[in-house]
T-cell receptor, first 111, second 113 residues
Framework: AQSVTQPDIHITVSEGASLELRCNYSYGATPYLFWYVQSPGQGLQLLLKYFSGDTLVQGIKGFEAEFKRSQSSFNLRKPSVHWSDAAEYFCAVGARNQFYFGTGTSLTVIP | DGGITQSPKYLFRKEGQNVTLSCEQNLNHDAMYWYRQDPGQGLRLIYYSQIVNDFQKGDIAEGYSVSREKKESFPLTVTSAQKNPTAFYLC????????????FGPGTRLTVL
C-alpha cells in the first residue's frame, strides 16, 4: 500500500537559516511526488512536483526538492527561510488517480 | 480567473442536523475530491469522483454523502450519522491522471455545536 511519512511534526528555524523538510514514501513503482504548503485556515498550494527526469526540481517561492530513489525520499529544501514561509507543509504521492498525503510538518520561523 | 470555490467559509450546525458544503470549479477538471483535515492527521479522503454521475468512497466515507450531477459541482453532505463532524473540509479537483496535481479550494470550517 502507498504511504507517505513526514517524520518531523514541527520544525523551528531562524529567519535566514536553511531549511530541510523530510519526506519518505512507500510505493512499488516510480511515484509522482508533490509538495504543498498550507497557510492557517487556507487551502493547499502546490510548491513543486516530480514526475521523471532530473531528480532535483525547482518550485515556487525559492523551494527545491530532491528525489532519491535509493532512499525513497523527496526532501524539500530552501537555502534561506523568510518569515512568510511559516506554514504547514505536506508531501504527497500520486498513484492510481489518488493522492496520499503525509501528516504534515508545521514550520515556525523565529526572527 | 479559474479556480475552486467553497462556501461557506465557516459553518455552524446543531448536533443531529445534516449540512451541505458547496464546492464549485471552473477548471474543466473531470476529477473532484473531498478531504477532511484534523490537527496532526493530515488530509484524509472522504469521497472522490472522476466523472459526472459517478463517485467512489474514500478512506472515511461513513457519515458523508456526495453527488456529482454536473462536472463543475461536487457538494458534500455531512449527515447526522457522522460521529465527529467538527473539522476543516477541503475540496480539490484535477485532471484524471496520477501525475497531475490537485488544485485545492480555500476550505470550509464546520463546527458542530
Amino acid at each position: 500500500a502507498q504511504s507517505v511519512t513526514q517524520p518531523d511534526i514541527h520544525i523551528t528555524v531562524s529567519e535566514g537559516a536553511s531549511l530541510e523538510l523530510r519526506c519518505n514514501y512507500s510505493y512499488g513503482a516510480t511515484p509522482y511526488l508533490f509538495w504543498y504548503v498550507q497557510s492557517p485556515g487556507q487551502g493547499l498550494q502546490l510548491l513543486l512536483k516530480y514526475f521523471s527526469g532530473d531528480t532535483l526540481v525547482q518550485g515556487i517561492k525559492g523551494f527545491e526538492a530532491e528525489f532519491k530513489r535509493s532512499q525513497s525520499s523527496f526532501n524539500l529544501r530552501k537555502p534561506s527561510v523568510h518569515w512568510s514561509d511559516a506554514a504547514e507543509y505536506f508531501c504527497a504521492v500520486g498513484a492510481r488517480n489518488q493522492f496520499y498525503f503525509g501528516t504534515g510538518t508545521s514550520l515556525t520561523v523565529i526572527p | 480567473d479559474g479556480g475552486i470555490t467553497q462556501s461557506p467559509k465557516y459553518l455552524f450546525r446543531k448536533e443531529g442536523q445534516n449540512v451541505t458544503l458547496s464546492c464549485e470549479q471552473n477548471l474543466n477538471h473531470d476529477a473532484m475530491y473531498w478531504y477532511r483535515q484534523d490537527p496532526g492527521q493530515g488530509l484524509r479522503l472522504i469521497y472522490y469522483s472522476q466523472i459526472v454521475n459517478d463517485f467512489q468512497k474514500g478512506d472515511i466515507a461513513e457519515g458523508y454523502s456526495v453527488s456529482r450531477e454536473k462536472k463543475e459541482s461536487f457538494p458534500l453532505t455531512v449527515t447526522s450519522a457522522q460521529k465527529n463532524p467538527t473539522a476543516f473540509y477541503l475540496c480539490a479537483s484535477s485532471i484524471v491522471a496520477s501525475n497531475n496535481e490537485q488544485f485545492f479550494g480555500p476550505g470550509t470550517r464546520l463546527t458542530v455545536l
